[in-house]
């Protein structure tokens, strides 16, 4: 009997270089002893900034009655992952108070880095903002240093996924966000003064009438995963996206073939190779991407001023932006080739593929290709209709 590709446990993660890792071991290790008292002081003091800096100090907005006779909502933020988070606490700093945040999944496993962020470390340099609205007190710098000392954020180089996760959890309940997890958005209608939603929760379908919504559905919440058509009809034990929940340790001494040679492709191939299996990697090109040309959309400039250029000026900058393939970072391209079993294969479109006894054969152009298992890391589809 085939075991399932599919895993129940989603967060599959690739493991860092004990000889070379990106953040020596000592550099955060086990949390101080007092972590927990330092982190409620933290806490404290972020209510105190709060306090500090409370202008508004009254909640202001009206009460308007909806279609149903009874109070509206006036904001549903529509997923606690950390933009959610943010947008939630920067409404209630504002004394904009009526608002409910929800999320399709439990609490604790909300956004990319509970299902599909594979890679150990958040990529981004570590003092990067998040939902910290400007306050000290609130950065994952604060936390980091309040859980494991001053020494050790000096020394860490990229912050681990599973601190950033447990950060994000401190952010939700030092602020005290209303989050209502297990609870999915299916249906936005405009009625009269309002919105009807249709949410749906573990037992029933909920209905609410709503002032605005604010979309934070992150990464998936603008389109989808693109699965080529040749693909889209392979079986589940054939062939993944990078998006699906994966069961690696069964891919263990397959020959997999990964399509895509972005930053979500390394973090599967590495995951694949530490799982036991062999790799090959499919790119249409002479060569992968190795600049990050997205890094041009963090600097201060853009960041600040983007919004003041003309129409036409930002749409041709983000034309080119969204059309230039993002490059592997360096750490995931190094630790995906430096491993014996993984092989890059260049100037190699697919052109079809077929079920072939138990696996699949790719016809590539530079000849036929026989693998025991896809993932397709071939990018996203940015298009709001493909959500409901
Ligand atoms: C593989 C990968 C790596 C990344 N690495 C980085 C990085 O290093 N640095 C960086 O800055 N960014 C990175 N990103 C981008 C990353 O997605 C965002 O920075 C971050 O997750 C955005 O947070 P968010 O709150 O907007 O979205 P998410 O974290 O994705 O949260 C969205 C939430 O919305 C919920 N949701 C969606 N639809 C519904 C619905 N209909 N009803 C209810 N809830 C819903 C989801 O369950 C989820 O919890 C990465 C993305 C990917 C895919």
């Given at each position: 009997?085939?075991?399932?590709?599919?895993?129940?446990?989603?967060?599959?993660r690739?493991?860092?270089?004990?000889?070379?890792?990106?953040?020596?071991?000592e550099?955060?290790?086990?949390?101080?002893a007092?972590?927990?008292?330092?982190?409620?002081?933290?806490?404290?003091?972020?209510?105190?900034?709060?306090?500090?800096?409370?202008?508004?100090?009254?909640?202001?907005?009206?009460?308007?009655?909806?279609?149903?006779?009874?109070?509206?909502?006036?904001?549903?933020?529509?997923?606690?992952?950390?933009?959610?988070?943010?947008?939630?606490?920067?409404?209630?700093?504002?004394?904009?108070?009526?608002?409910?945040?929800?999320?399709?999944?439990?609490?604790?496993s909300?956004?990319?880095?509970?299902?599909?962020?594979?890679?150990?470390v958040?990529?981004?340099?570590?003092?990067?903002?998040?939902?910290?609205m400007?306050?000290?007190?609130?950065?994952?710098?604060?936390?980091?240093?309040?859980?494991?000392?001053?020494?050790?954020?000096?020394?860490?180089?990229?912050?681990?996924?599973?601190?950033?996760?447990?950060?994000?959890?401190?952010?939700?309940?030092?602020?005290?966000?209303?989050?209502?997890?297990?609870?999915?958005?299916?249906?936005?209608?405009?009625?009269?003064?309002?919105?009807k939603v249709?949410?749906?929760?573990?037992?029933?379908?909920?209905?609410l009438?709503?002032?605005?919504?604010?979309?934070?559905?992150?990464?998936?919440?603008?389109?989808?995963?693109?699965?080529?058509?040749?693909?889209?009809?392979?079986?589940?034990?054939?062939?993944?996206?990078?998006?699906?929940?994966?069961?690696?340790?069964?891919?263990?001494?397959?020959k997999?073939?990964?399509?895509?040679?972005g930053?979500?492709?390394?973090?599967?191939?590495?995951?694949?190779?530490?799982?036991?299996?062999?790799?090959?990697?499919?790119?249409?090109?002479?060569?992968?991407?190795?600049?990050?040309?997205?890094?041009?959309?963090?600097?201060s400039?853009?960041?600040?001023?983007?919004?003041?250029?003309?129409?036409?000026?930002?749409?041709?900058?983000m034309?080119?932006?969204?059309?230039?393939?993002?490059?592997m970072?360096?750490?995931?391209?190094?630790r995906?080739?430096?491993?014996?079993?993984?092989?890059?294969?260049?100037?190699?479109?697919?052109?079809?593929?077929r079920?072939?006894?138990?696996?699949?054969?790719?016809?590539?152009?530079?000849?036929?290709?026989?693998?025991?298992?896809?993932?397709?890391?071939?990018?996203?589809?940015?298009?709001?209709?493909?959500?409901?």
């Amino acid at each position: 009997m085939r075991q399932s590709t599919f895993s129940n446990k989603t967060i599959v993660r690739w493991r860092d270089d004990v000889e070379n890792p990106i953040n020596q071991p000592e550099s955060y290790g086990p949390p101080l002893a007092d972590a927990e008292l330092r982190l409620d002081t933290l806490s404290a003091q972020v209510i105190a900034n709060l306090h500090t800096l409370r202008h508004p100090e009254t909640d202001w907005m009206p009460s308007l009655i909806g279609p149903d006779g009874k109070s509206l909502l006036d904001v549903l933020v529509v997923g606690a992952g950390q933009g959610g988070l943010g947008i939630a606490g920067s409404l209630m700093r504002e004394r904009v108070t009526n608002i409910l945040v929800i999320d399709k999944e439990p609490r604790g496993s909300e956004g990319i880095w509970n299902s599909h962020g594979r890679m150990p470390v958040i990529r981004s340099p570590k003092h990067y903002p998040g939902p910290d609205m400007g306050i000290p007190n609130l950065t994952y710098e604060a936390w980091h240093k309040a859980a494991y000392g001053d020494r050790s954020w000096e020394a860490i180089v990229l912050v681990p996924i599973d601190n950033w996760i447990k950060y994000l959890g401190w952010v939700r309940q030092t602020l005290n966000v209303p989050v209502q997890n297990n609870t999915e958005l299916l249906k936005i209608q405009p009625v009269g003064n309002a919105m009807k939603v249709t949410l749906k929760g573990l037992a029933k379908i909920e209905v609410l009438y709503v002032r605005r919504i604010v979309l934070a559905t992150g990464h998936d919440g603008t389109g989808e995963w693109w699965l080529p058509d040749y693909l889209a009809s392979l079986p589940t034990n054939l062939c993944a996206k990078a998006s699906d929940p994966i069961n690696f340790n069964v891919l263990a001494n397959k020959k997999i073939a990964v399509l895509g040679v972005g930053a979500t492709a390394g973090d599967n191939a590495i995951c694949a190779l530490q799982a036991g299996a062999e790799v090959h990697m499919f790119c249409r090109r002479d060569t992968h991407r190795r600049q990050q040309v997205y890094r041009w959309c963090i600097t201060s400039g853009f960041l600040r001023h983007f919004g003041d250029l003309d129409d036409a000026t930002r749409w041709r900058f983000m034309h080119y932006i969204l059309n230039t393939r993002m490059g592997m970072p360096p750490e995931t391209w190094s630790r995906a080739n430096g491993h014996p079993n993984f092989k890059l294969h260049t100037n190699s479109n697919w052109k079809s593929v077929r079920i072939a006894g138990d696996g699949v054969l790719i016809k590539t152009e530079q000849g036929p290709f026989e693998a025991d298992f896809i993932i397709a890391c071939a990018g996203h589809n940015q298009d709001v209709r493909k959500r409901p």
